[in-house]
């Protein structure tokens, strides 16, 4: 089994910073991403990145300004978000795979393990 605890949430004004930092516990994990969902919305994916580390996957919405990266040492995964905008704002969700394989996920159902979440709001 595997436990997760997001870190890093908070408030920030448009075009700022956010790192968000997800620990893992109770066993290695494979493929891990980052989830989002706004209030009245679905759960949506934001970033993956593979056991490796040598593949990543981003929304298109966020590309080019959110990073996604891990540190199997340590067992954490981190999602750095710069220029912010205020759709950004939700609740940020790490999720783990149980199962081996290679490259990224970017489905609710191909992950088994979601943290308890971190709220994330971009004020105007």
């Known amino acids: 089994q595997v436990q997760l605890v997001e870190s890093g949430g908070g408030l920030v004004q448009a075009g700022g910073s956010l790192r968000l930092s997800c620990a893992a516990s109770g066993r290695s994990s494979y493929a891990m991403g980052w989830f989002r969902q706004a209030p009245g919305t679905e759960r949506e994916f934001v970033a993956a990145?593979?056991?490796?580390?040598?593949?990543?996957a981003y929304v298109d919405s966020v590309k080019g300004r959110f990073t996604i990266s891990r540190d199997n040492a340590k067992n954490t995964v981190s999602l750095q978000m710069n220029s912010l905008k205020p759709e950004d704002t939700a609740e940020y969700y790490c999720?783990?795979?149980?199962?081996?394989?290679?490259?990224?996920?970017?489905?609710?159902?191909?992950?088994?393990?979601w943290g308890p979440g971190t709220q994330v709001t971009v004020s105007s």
């Open positions: 990145i593979s056991w490796s580390g040598r593949n990543t």
């Open positions: 999720a783990a795979r149980a199962t081996y394989g290679s490259g990224t996920a970017s489905r609710i159902y191909e992950y088994d393990y």
